[in-house]
Structure formats: structure tokens, C-alpha cells
């Protein structure tokens, strides 16, 4: 593992409770999702030192669900920068009150970088020099971008 800070970093840790459970008692999608969209929001400002907001959700699925009692977090890369956008890999794990760690998911998400009044500003360049973060974004950009 790199010491990139902005590669495989985890974060948005959170618990499932009672309250996130759609009617078929499973983690609900869009409960997940937008803690998600806010553990990258913190990622993307932190990177780039400015305000960020979603732009689009390119790439995200479900593979596993979640149930009350599941530890939930993110493991989030930044693929790649450009003018105004930053574009973030996400692995969603779910870690059980055994310690058994499981992808549950895994999108794509590009955020624009923002000032006060909403107007986009530049993104500083993603420069890489690991060898393997390097290998990692070439996978995933080859996989899910079009």
C-alpha cells in the first residue's frame, strides 16, 4: 500500500442502524449512497483546498447488502483531475461484529470544485508516482470510464 493519502484511503465510517433499513430489513441504498457522496465531499475539498460538490455519479453497484450491526466504510482513490473535476473510485466494505471485511459495492464519482457562490475554480493536477496507485487507476479508469 502506497502512502498516497489520497489513494485506497479509508474513511466515512459509520453503523447500520435500525433507522437506514428499506422495507426488506437491508441497509437502504440511498442511505448509503449519500454517506458515500459525503465521505468523498471531504476527500475532493481536502485535496483540492477549496469547496466541492457532486457533479455526477458515474458508475455505482450494489453487489452485497448490509444489515443492523454492520460497520460500514469507504476505501476512496482519486482517479484523476481536471480543470474543475475530480474523479474518486469508491470500494464500500462492510465489516462484521466478527471482523469479516467485505466489498459490498464500488462506484465512481466526479466532483466539481467550487467557490462560495457556487462558480467552479481550478483543480490542482494529480500527479502519480507509485508504481502500483499508478497500475490501480489505470484498472479502474479502463474498466468504468467511457
Excluded: W
Excluded at 455519479?57 to 453487489?63: D, E, K, R
Excluded at 460497520?71 to 473535476?85: A, C
Excluded at 493536477?125 to 490501480?136: G, H, M, N, S, W
Amino acid at each position: 500500500m502506497s502512502n498516497n493519502s489520497f489513494y485506497r484511503e479509508e474513511c466515512g465510517r459509520f453503523i447500520v442502524a435500525p433507522g437506514m433499513l428499506n422495507h426488506m430489513n437491508i441497509l437502504h441504498g440511498g442511505v448509503l449512497v449519500t454517506h458515500l457522496d459525503s465521505a468523498i465531499g471531504i476527500l475532493v475539498s481536502e485535496y483540492n483546498h477549496s469547496l466541492a460538490v457532486t457533479g455526477r455519479i458515474n458508475y455505482f453497484s450494489f453487489t452485497k447488502r448490509a444489515v443492523v450491526g454492520d460497520h460500514i466504510s469507504f476505501e476512496l482513490t482519486l482517479l484523476q483531475t481536471s480543470k474543475h473535476t475530480m474523479m474518486v473510485y469508491a470500494d464500500v466494505l462492510r465489516k462484521t461484529l466478527d471482523g469479516e471485511k467485505t466489498v459490498i459495492g464500488s462506484g465512481i464519482f466526479t466532483f466539481v470544485a467550487v467557490d462560495s457562490n457556487f462558480t467552479p475554480v481550478p483543480v490542482k493536477p494529480l500527479t502519480i508516482t507509485d508504481p502500483e496507485q499508478k497500475a490501480f487507476i489505470q484498472t479502474k479508469l479502463a474498466k468504468y470510464k467511457k
